[in-house]
């Protein structure tokens, strides 16, 4: 199993200001996905990037993936308090496994 | 798009008895999952449950603690057997399409064991 780490653990930020998290790892992946969860639900896809190099938008949100297609970033501008929440990182393992990261857990403050 | 329930949302049990999770999906899929996810903590698979035979379970994770039944395309359940305190967690139904990216994942039982 590829391990996926993400940094930092823990961030906790003020309203306005932007934010940048990563999903690192030594492996090679043809895809890996963003997932937010909030707390009593369950993990909710934001986006899949698949071709290295990739940035997608989704609206205050923008996601990156590595030109060598190890690692992937997240980076959120101008941060509000619905942003709170677990944010992972994960990848299909042969195509049918779903592995994630250990999480970054963001608070947005008011 | 797949939206899933899980039974019940919470449970709080005493040491060595057993606690049946049920999983409904509104759709069919191909592939669903069990995840259990600590407190603080990301998820971690239990297993894969295949339709019509044994769960394929991952390393750590053994069919007499975690016995997993998927009767039909949009049903599971996962049962944990002669619960300790640690085994208190969430435990995650989730499920997706094998042609899709897209994995779903029920609102999770947040399990307490006393």
């Known amino acids: 199993t590829q391990l996926l780490e993400q940094s930092p653990q823990f961030l906790s930020i003020q309203e306005g200001e932007n934010l940048t998290v990563y999903c690192n790892s030594s492996?090679?992946?043809?895809?890996l996905q963003w997932y937010r969860q909030e707390p009593g639900e369950g993990p909710v896809l934001l986006v899949t990037v698949v071709t290295g190099g990739e940035v997608k938008k989704l609206k205050r949100l923008t996601f990156q993936f590595g030109d060598a297609r190890k690692d992937s970033s997240l980076h959120i501008t101008a941060a509000q308090t619905g942003d709170t929440g677990l944010y992972l990182c994960?990848?299909?393992?042969?195509?049918?496994?779903?592995?994630f990261g250990q999480g970054t857990r963001l608070t947005i403050n008011p | 798009s797949a939206v899933i329930s899980q039974k019940p949302s919470r449970d709080i049990c005493q040491r060595g008895t057993s606690l049946t999770i049920q999983c409904q999906v509104d759709?069919?899929?191909?592939?669903m999952f069990w995840y259990r996810q600590q407190p603080g903590q990301s998820l971690t698979l239990i297993a894969t449950?295949?339709?019509?035979?044994?769960?394929?379970?991952e390393s750590g994770f053994v069919i007499d603690k975690f016995p997993i039944s998927r009767p039909n395309l949009t049903f599971s359940t996962l049962t944990v057997s002669n619960m300790s305190p640690e085994d208190s967690s969430i435990y995650l139904c989730s499920a997706r399409s094998r042609a899709s990216y897209e994995q779903y994942f029920g609102p999770g039982t947040r399990l307490t064991v006393t």
């Open positions: 994960a990848y299909l393992q042969g195509a049918q496994k779903l592995v």
């Open positions: 492996s090679v992946f043809s895809s």
């Open positions: 449950a295949n339709q019509g035979s044994e769960a394929t379970y």
């Open positions: 759709s069919q899929v191909t592939m």
